[in-house]
């Protein structure tokens, strides 16, 4: 799930405080459209604008002509490694212009792409690798996945120099096209995958409701190895034959130097950075009309700090990868509602159901579940990637496993996640993972992992242990957990209770723990060199 930001389709700055009430009904500005395939996503702007910028990244600017011929490459160096339609690509890249190319060559092959976590520990990259089997894995620097079929950044680069083109494939846009990673509350991970049209509803759809074009140049500092930010920048911006601009820094000067560099003028970020972006007005952002806030929670205060410091209201959303991407947003302009995560986008249906499966009135509180509306084509995601095929999920719109609600009007709130997961930052974390990894310490008895509210992160990772050890070395801890996992999943803050809380079925009351450790939590030690 992930809150967001927006703007009104005309591109006026719409700067002030917010205006939390609801606006008229969210309609598009222009009719949804059925997509054409990804491999003709660039033919009405190369027809009419072909030297307008494509990507602007770190390594240099790609025109719409040069990106074509860049993706016609890759899909020729590809083909030239023995990929088929329907074989996976993983790619373990950075933000730049390689991951593009890569990614549209992939899809003009009929292949199936999956985007591994740069940041992501050895034992996770290889995880997710060895769950999809590609048949090529594209890496960077920061790639550790070991396999036969692997083909490191310098090799690609030679292989795109000298492709021959790939043989011309029919699409099916409905046929199985990427795989996102996503995890339940067993923190294993699952291969959702998704068809072309589903890749590319989002895109239209934004661009229909807020009414872009090609003055569009939309920011992102989000990893484009997750594939909700392929949805989210080139997808999107090919559309509306606008630019993509693909930021390698996450840092606050580095954001805002992107924005200012480039003139963004939609930005898509973390709830953290623009925490730290409200706390400096010194580093102005004049070309942004749109500010998104994604991965997680934003707070009022929060958008009303960043409305009160750079003049723009952020635009909540709820997301979802199994959508992918956007599934609500804050209506164009400042307007919003307190509390809610904006309002549907035209080609979904969203409503609460109960236990028994019955469809909820609007404004009853109950569990999300999603399907399609209208004639925009959205059809639930494919399936499971399991053992070389795809497994369909069930009858019915999809299970979000989201409590909430959707009024009359199609405003979404989310009340509380069914599953334990903990976003920091806008990244989720899996409790049962980490408790997983504390478990083989034989000194504890029993350890749970909880979220503590943070005005800056939305979330912390805390974890209390059951240990009659009164000297526990919580370092220690801190170093297993950080051998086994990503950095933002290690706790930052720790407990020792004698007896956690249990119920009749022996299992930890979770709801007990913020309550029950407060005063006793210390932050992570850190060791000395």
């Known amino acids: 799930m992930h809150r967001s930001s927006g703007n009104d389709g005309d591109h ?3 700067r002030g405080t917010p205006d939390f009430v609801p606006s008229a009904k969210n309609a598009p500005a222009s009719p949804i459209t059925v997509p054409r395939p990804v491999a003709d996503m660039l033919r009405r702007t190369l027809a009419t604008h072909p030297d307008a910028p494509a990507i602007e990244a770190a390594s240099g600017t790609w025109s719409y002509a040069e990106l074509d011929d860049r993706a016609d490459h890759a899909a020729g160096a590809l083909w030239g490694l023995g990929v088929r339609p329907g074989d996976r690509v993983a790619a373990c890249l950075p933000n730049d212009l390689d991951i593009v190319a890569a990614f549209h060559g992939t899809q003009r092959i009929g292949a199936l792409w999956a985007g591994i976590g740069e940041a992501m520990t050895e034992g996770e990259q290889q995880r997710l690798t060895d769950l999809c089997a590609p048949t090529v894995v594209l890496a960077g620097t920061r ?3 070991r396999t036969p079929h692997r083909i490191d950044l310098d090799r690609w680069t030679e292989l795109v120099a000298d492709a021959d083109q790939a043989p011309s494939v029919t699409h099916d846009i409905d046929a199985p096209a990427a795989i996102a990673f996503t995890s339940g509350t067993s923190g294993q991970p699952k291969a959702v995958v ?13 661009a229909a409701q807020r009414g872009w074009g090609a003055d569009l140049r939309k920011g992102d500092s989000f990893p484009l190895t997750i594939l909700n930010l392929i949805v989210l920048s080139t997808l999107l911006t090919a559309q509306t034959g606008g630019c993509a601009v693909l930021m390698d820094r996450r840092d606050v000067e580095g954001v805002a130097q992107w924005i200012r560099d480039h003139q963004v003028t939609v930005w898509n970020g973390a709830p953290a950075q623009l925490y730290d972006l409200a706390r400096r007005p010194d580093l102005t952002l004049p070309s942004l009309r749109e500010v998104w806030s994604g991965g997680a929670d934003t707070s009022e205060t929060l958008r009303q700090m960043f409305a009160d410091t750079h003049g723009l209201v952020p635009r909540v959303t709820y997301g979802l990868t199994e959508a992918p991407a956007v599934v609500s947003i804050d209506p164009p302009g400042s307007a919003c509602r307190a509390g809610t995560s904006g309002r549907l986008l035209a080609h979904y249906d969203v409503a609460a159901y109960d236990d028994n499966d019955r469809r909820l009135p609007p404004g009853e509180v109950g569990e999300l579940r999603l399907a399609g509306a209208g004639s925009g084509g959205w059809r639930p995601m494919l399936g499971h990637w399991d053992g070389g095929r795809v497994v369909p999920v069930g009858p019915g719109p999809l299970r979000t496993g989201d409590i909430g609600t959707v009024d009359r009007d199609g405003w979404l709130t989310v009340i509380d996640r069914k599953k334990l997961v903990i976003i920091r930052g806008g990244a989720n974390v899996y409790p049962l993972e980490v408790e997983r990894v504390l478990a083989t310490r034989p000194a504890l008895t029993r350890v749970a992992v909880f979220p503590v509210p943070d005005d800056r992160l939305g979330q912390r990772v805390a974890a209390v242990v059951e240990t009659t050890d009164t000297t526990v070395d919580f370092a220690a801890l801190a ?16 407990a020792r209770l004698d007896h956690l809380p249990l119920n009749a079925m022996g299992k930890v009351v979770r709801t007990d723990l913020l309550a029950l450790t407060e005063g006793h939590r210390v932050a992570r030690p850190r060791r000395t060199p």
Do not use: F, I
């Open 12 to 14: 006026e700055n719409n």
């Open 479 to 494: 170093d297993v957990c950080a051998r086994e996992l990503a950095p933002y999943k290690v706790p930052e803050l720790w």
């Open 194 to 206: 998704h068809s072309q049209r589903n890749l590319l509803m989002p895109g239209a759809a934004l």
């Open 143 to 145: 790639c550790t996945v």
